[in-house]
Protein backbone atom coordinates (compact mmCIF):
# COMPACT_ATOMS: atom_id res chain seq x y z
CA UNK A 1 0.00 0.00 0.00
CA UNK A 2 1.30 3.32 -0.77
CA UNK A 3 2.27 5.62 2.54
CA UNK A 4 -0.58 7.91 4.18
CA UNK A 5 -0.51 10.77 6.00
CA UNK A 6 -3.31 9.37 8.00
CA UNK A 7 -4.73 12.87 9.16
CA UNK A 8 -8.33 12.55 6.96
CA UNK A 9 -10.45 10.07 5.20
CA UNK A 10 -11.37 10.22 1.71
CA UNK A 11 -14.85 11.75 1.75
CA UNK A 12 -16.80 12.48 -1.79
CA UNK A 13 -18.36 16.31 -1.49
CA UNK A 14 -21.38 14.77 -3.38
CA UNK A 15 -22.03 12.16 -0.36
CA UNK A 16 -21.75 14.27 2.52
CA UNK A 17 -24.61 16.38 4.80
CA UNK A 18 -26.01 19.71 2.80
CA UNK A 19 -26.09 22.38 5.65
CA UNK A 20 -26.09 26.38 5.45
CA UNK A 21 -23.51 29.26 7.00
CA UNK A 22 -24.96 31.82 8.72
CA UNK A 23 -28.72 33.35 6.91
CA UNK A 24 -29.11 30.18 4.73
CA UNK A 25 -26.43 31.17 2.65
CA UNK A 26 -24.31 28.43 1.21
CA UNK A 27 -21.29 30.41 -0.74
CA UNK A 28 -18.84 31.48 2.19
CA UNK A 29 -16.55 33.74 0.66
CA UNK A 30 -13.21 35.33 2.50
CA UNK A 31 -10.38 37.33 1.51
CA UNK A 32 -7.32 36.66 3.37
CA UNK A 33 -4.63 39.79 2.67
CA UNK A 34 -0.65 38.32 3.18
CA UNK A 35 1.58 40.52 4.78
CA UNK A 36 5.07 39.65 4.93
CA UNK A 37 8.74 40.63 5.56
CA UNK A 38 12.36 39.15 4.47
CA UNK A 39 15.44 39.66 6.12
CA UNK A 40 17.79 41.57 3.58
CA UNK A 41 20.51 39.64 1.65
CA UNK A 42 20.06 36.25 3.53
CA UNK A 43 17.45 33.34 3.60
CA UNK A 44 14.42 33.27 1.26
CA UNK A 45 13.03 35.50 -0.76
CA UNK A 46 10.07 35.61 -3.28
CA UNK A 47 11.57 35.48 -6.61
CA UNK A 48 9.68 32.41 -8.26
CA UNK A 49 10.74 32.82 -11.63
CA UNK A 50 14.51 33.61 -12.05
CA UNK A 51 16.26 33.28 -8.22
CA UNK A 52 19.14 35.69 -7.48
CA UNK A 53 21.95 35.66 -5.70
CA UNK A 54 22.14 38.12 -2.58
CA UNK A 55 21.90 40.64 -2.30
CA UNK A 56 18.54 40.77 -4.27
CA UNK A 57 17.97 44.33 -3.43
CA UNK A 58 15.21 44.01 -6.65
CA UNK A 59 13.33 40.77 -4.99
CA UNK A 60 13.03 42.59 -1.64
CA UNK A 61 12.53 46.43 -2.71
CA UNK A 62 9.57 44.86 -4.94
CA UNK A 63 8.43 42.42 -1.69
CA UNK A 64 9.00 45.70 0.53
CA UNK A 65 6.34 47.76 -1.81
CA UNK A 66 3.58 45.72 -0.78
CA UNK A 67 4.35 47.01 2.76
CA UNK A 68 4.65 50.75 1.95
CA UNK A 69 1.99 50.65 -0.57
CA UNK A 70 0.67 48.29 -1.68
CA UNK A 71 -1.41 46.61 1.36
CA UNK A 72 -2.25 50.55 2.14
CA UNK A 73 -4.39 50.72 -1.25
CA UNK A 74 -5.84 47.06 0.00
CA UNK A 75 -7.08 48.60 2.81
CA UNK A 76 -8.82 51.49 1.15
CA UNK A 77 -9.97 48.96 -0.95
CA UNK A 78 -11.69 47.16 1.62
CA UNK A 79 -13.12 50.32 3.03
CA UNK A 80 -14.16 51.53 -0.02
CA UNK A 81 -16.61 48.04 -0.64
CA UNK A 82 -16.64 46.85 3.43
CA UNK A 83 -14.49 43.85 2.92
CA UNK A 84 -13.64 42.06 5.90
CA UNK A 85 -10.19 40.91 5.68
CA UNK A 86 -7.92 38.34 7.34
CA UNK A 87 -4.40 39.48 7.36
CA UNK A 88 -1.94 36.91 7.26
CA UNK A 89 1.10 38.34 8.97
CA UNK A 90 4.85 37.83 9.66
CA UNK A 91 5.15 38.77 13.28
CA UNK A 92 8.20 40.24 11.95
CA UNK A 93 6.59 42.83 10.78
CA UNK A 94 5.51 43.98 14.32
CA UNK A 95 9.16 45.28 14.42
CA UNK A 96 9.30 46.81 11.32
CA UNK A 97 6.01 48.26 10.76
CA UNK A 98 3.18 48.24 13.56
CA UNK A 99 1.33 50.86 12.11
CA UNK A 100 0.71 48.85 9.20
CA UNK A 101 -1.04 45.98 11.13
CA UNK A 102 -2.55 48.60 13.48
CA UNK A 103 -4.64 50.20 10.86
CA UNK A 104 -6.45 46.81 9.98
CA UNK A 105 -6.86 45.98 13.69
CA UNK A 106 -8.94 49.40 14.12
CA UNK A 107 -11.00 47.85 11.39
CA UNK A 108 -11.62 44.57 13.18
CA UNK A 109 -9.54 42.68 10.53
CA UNK A 110 -8.72 39.08 11.92
CA UNK A 111 -4.80 38.43 12.48
CA UNK A 112 -3.87 34.54 11.11
CA UNK A 113 -0.28 34.20 12.19
CA UNK A 114 2.04 33.32 8.98
CA UNK A 115 5.22 32.51 10.62
CA UNK A 116 8.27 35.06 11.90
CA UNK A 117 8.77 35.75 8.11
CA UNK A 118 8.96 34.22 4.80
CA UNK A 119 12.73 34.06 5.09
CA UNK A 120 12.18 30.37 6.08
CA UNK A 121 10.30 27.12 6.06
CA UNK A 122 9.36 24.84 8.62
CA UNK A 123 9.44 22.00 6.09
CA UNK A 124 13.45 23.43 6.65
CA UNK A 125 12.86 23.40 10.51
CA UNK A 126 13.93 20.65 12.65
CA UNK A 127 11.13 19.77 15.15
CA UNK A 128 12.45 21.54 18.11
CA UNK A 129 13.47 24.63 15.93
CA UNK A 130 9.16 24.50 14.18
CA UNK A 131 8.12 24.48 17.74
CA UNK A 132 10.17 27.45 18.87
CA UNK A 133 9.03 29.11 15.52
CA UNK A 134 4.97 28.59 15.91
CA UNK A 135 5.32 29.28 19.67
CA UNK A 136 7.12 32.77 19.36
CA UNK A 137 4.67 33.91 16.38
CA UNK A 138 2.17 33.01 18.68
CA UNK A 139 3.71 34.61 21.59
CA UNK A 140 4.51 37.87 19.21
CA UNK A 141 0.12 38.16 18.40
CA UNK A 142 -1.00 37.90 22.04
CA UNK A 143 1.17 40.46 22.97
CA UNK A 144 0.31 42.99 20.23
CA UNK A 145 -3.14 41.75 19.82
CA UNK A 146 -4.45 41.31 23.45
CA UNK A 147 -5.17 36.96 22.32
CA UNK A 148 -4.17 34.42 20.48
CA UNK A 149 -4.73 33.80 16.80
CA UNK A 150 -6.82 30.94 16.06
CA UNK A 151 -5.60 30.09 12.82
CA UNK A 152 -2.27 29.42 10.85
CA UNK A 153 -0.68 29.84 6.75
CA UNK A 154 2.77 28.62 6.68
CA UNK A 155 5.26 30.65 5.13
CA UNK A 156 5.30 29.40 1.53
CA UNK A 157 2.41 27.21 2.68
CA UNK A 158 5.07 24.95 3.50
CA UNK A 159 4.06 21.98 6.38
CA UNK A 160 6.48 19.31 7.71
CA UNK A 161 5.48 16.54 9.24
CA UNK A 162 5.04 17.85 12.70
CA UNK A 163 3.25 20.97 11.77
CA UNK A 164 -0.10 20.00 12.65
CA UNK A 165 0.66 18.42 15.95
CA UNK A 166 2.72 21.01 16.94
CA UNK A 167 -0.39 23.87 15.39
CA UNK A 168 -2.85 21.66 17.57
CA UNK A 169 -0.89 21.59 20.74
CA UNK A 170 -0.26 25.44 20.20
CA UNK A 171 -3.67 26.16 20.56
CA UNK A 172 -4.84 26.45 17.34
CA UNK A 173 -7.96 25.46 15.57
CA UNK A 174 -8.07 25.96 12.21
CA UNK A 175 -4.67 25.87 9.16
CA UNK A 176 -5.53 26.65 5.68
CA UNK A 177 -1.87 24.41 4.19
CA UNK A 178 -3.79 22.15 2.75
CA UNK A 179 -5.84 22.77 -0.85
CA UNK A 180 -7.41 19.28 -0.39
CA UNK A 181 -11.42 20.58 -0.72
CA UNK A 182 -14.06 23.47 -1.00
CA UNK A 183 -15.70 23.01 2.19
CA UNK A 184 -14.03 22.94 5.50
CA UNK A 185 -12.41 19.48 6.77
CA UNK A 186 -11.23 17.86 9.68
CA UNK A 187 -7.96 16.65 10.43
CA UNK A 188 -5.97 14.70 13.02
CA UNK A 189 -3.67 15.63 15.11
CA UNK A 190 -1.78 13.83 18.41
CA UNK A 191 -3.94 16.18 20.33
CA UNK A 192 -6.82 16.06 19.09
CA UNK A 193 -8.87 17.95 15.69
CA UNK A 194 -7.92 20.74 13.84
CA UNK A 195 -10.04 22.51 11.18
CA UNK A 196 -8.57 22.50 7.83
CA UNK A 197 -10.54 26.06 5.71
CA UNK A 198 -9.82 26.42 1.91
CA UNK A 199 -7.21 28.32 0.97
CA UNK A 200 -6.73 29.18 -3.04
CA UNK A 201 -3.52 27.40 -4.53
CA UNK A 202 -4.97 27.07 -8.09
CA UNK A 203 -6.39 31.12 -7.72
CA UNK A 204 -3.70 32.23 -5.47
CA UNK A 205 -2.28 35.55 -6.96
CA UNK A 206 1.14 35.22 -6.52
CA UNK A 207 1.65 31.77 -8.28
CA UNK A 208 -0.59 32.88 -10.89
CA UNK A 209 1.55 36.63 -11.42
CA UNK A 210 4.48 35.35 -10.60
CA UNK A 211 4.73 31.64 -11.30
CA UNK A 212 2.62 31.73 -14.07
CA UNK A 213 3.02 34.60 -15.22
CA UNK A 214 -0.81 34.67 -16.10
CA UNK A 215 -1.95 38.61 -17.49
CA UNK A 216 -4.02 40.45 -14.56
CA UNK A 217 -7.15 40.59 -16.96
CA UNK A 218 -6.77 36.88 -17.65
CA UNK A 219 -6.25 36.20 -13.61
CA UNK A 220 -9.49 38.61 -12.88
CA UNK A 221 -11.69 36.90 -15.53
CA UNK A 222 -10.82 33.22 -13.89
CA UNK A 223 -11.86 34.56 -10.36
CA UNK A 224 -15.47 35.99 -11.80
CA UNK A 225 -15.64 32.49 -13.73
CA UNK A 226 -14.87 30.47 -9.95
CA UNK A 227 -17.42 32.92 -8.52
CA UNK A 228 -20.23 32.25 -10.43
CA UNK A 229 -19.49 28.99 -10.94
CA UNK A 230 -19.76 27.99 -7.37
CA UNK A 231 -22.38 29.83 -6.58
CA UNK A 232 -24.41 28.46 -8.99
CA UNK A 233 -23.14 24.94 -7.33
CA UNK A 234 -23.91 26.74 -3.87
CA UNK A 235 -27.24 25.95 -4.41
CA UNK A 236 -26.72 21.93 -3.85
CA UNK A 237 -24.14 22.34 -1.28
CA UNK A 238 -22.03 24.75 1.11
CA UNK A 239 -19.36 26.20 -0.59
CA UNK A 240 -15.91 28.22 0.71
CA UNK A 241 -14.24 30.04 -1.82
CA UNK A 242 -10.96 32.23 -0.80
CA UNK A 243 -10.10 35.36 -2.59
CA UNK A 244 -5.86 35.05 -2.06
CA UNK A 245 -4.38 38.50 -2.03
CA UNK A 246 -0.68 39.52 -1.52
CA UNK A 247 0.06 43.02 -0.69
CA UNK A 248 2.87 43.09 -3.48
CA UNK A 249 0.93 41.94 -6.07
CA UNK A 250 -2.67 42.89 -6.30
CA UNK A 251 -1.44 45.99 -4.45
CA UNK A 252 0.43 46.95 -7.69
CA UNK A 253 -2.11 49.92 -9.43
CA UNK A 254 -2.92 48.07 -12.73
CA UNK A 255 -3.67 44.64 -11.22
CA UNK A 256 -5.83 46.26 -8.60
CA UNK A 257 -7.86 48.56 -11.37
CA UNK A 258 -8.68 44.72 -12.64
CA UNK A 259 -9.44 43.32 -9.08
CA UNK A 260 -11.82 46.11 -8.98
CA UNK A 261 -13.92 44.42 -11.09
CA UNK A 262 -13.70 41.41 -9.32
CA UNK A 263 -14.69 42.91 -5.86
CA UNK A 264 -18.15 44.94 -7.76
CA UNK A 265 -18.93 41.53 -9.38
CA UNK A 266 -18.95 39.70 -6.00
CA UNK A 267 -20.51 42.73 -4.09
CA UNK A 268 -23.67 42.95 -6.19
CA UNK A 269 -24.22 39.30 -5.25
CA UNK A 270 -24.09 40.48 -1.34
CA UNK A 271 -27.45 39.24 -0.32
CA UNK A 272 -26.53 35.36 -1.85
CA UNK A 273 -23.20 34.95 0.21
CA UNK A 274 -22.04 34.94 3.45
CA UNK A 275 -18.70 38.04 3.39
CA UNK A 276 -16.64 36.97 6.22
CA UNK A 277 -13.31 36.00 7.68
CA UNK A 278 -12.13 32.26 8.01
CA UNK A 279 -12.00 32.76 12.15
CA UNK A 280 -15.74 32.85 11.49
CA UNK A 281 -16.17 29.78 9.62
CA UNK A 282 -14.08 27.89 12.02
CA UNK A 283 -16.45 29.28 14.69
CA UNK A 284 -19.40 28.21 12.46
CA UNK A 285 -18.33 25.09 11.97
CA UNK A 286 -17.15 23.91 15.47
CA UNK A 287 -20.94 24.42 16.54
CA UNK A 288 -22.29 21.33 13.97
CA UNK A 289 -23.48 17.96 14.94
CA UNK A 290 -20.82 15.59 15.03
CA UNK A 291 -21.18 13.27 11.21
CA UNK A 292 -21.90 16.69 9.25
CA UNK A 293 -18.47 17.87 8.57
CA UNK A 294 -15.77 15.53 6.79
CA UNK A 295 -13.57 14.19 10.11
CA UNK A 296 -15.96 15.48 12.50
CA UNK A 297 -16.69 12.14 14.15
CA UNK A 298 -12.78 11.79 14.87
CA UNK A 299 -11.63 12.01 18.25
Known amino acids: ?52 PHPNTRSFAWRDYGNRVGAWRLLELAEQYDLPYALLVNTALYDYCPQLIAAFRRRGDEIVAHGRTNSERQADMSREEEHACINEATRRIIEHEGQAPAGWLAPYISQSHDSLDLL ?35 LNDSLEAVTRRTPSQLFCENLIDQFDEMLEESERRPLVMSVVLHSFILGQPHRLRRFRRVIEHIVAHRDRVWLTRPGEICRFIETLPPGTVPGSQDS
Open 1 to 52: MLRTHNRYDYSAITERPVYSFPGGKRLAVHFCLNVEHFSFAEGLGNDYATPQ
Open 168 to 202: KQAGYRYMMDWPLDDQPVWFRTRHGRILSIPYAHD
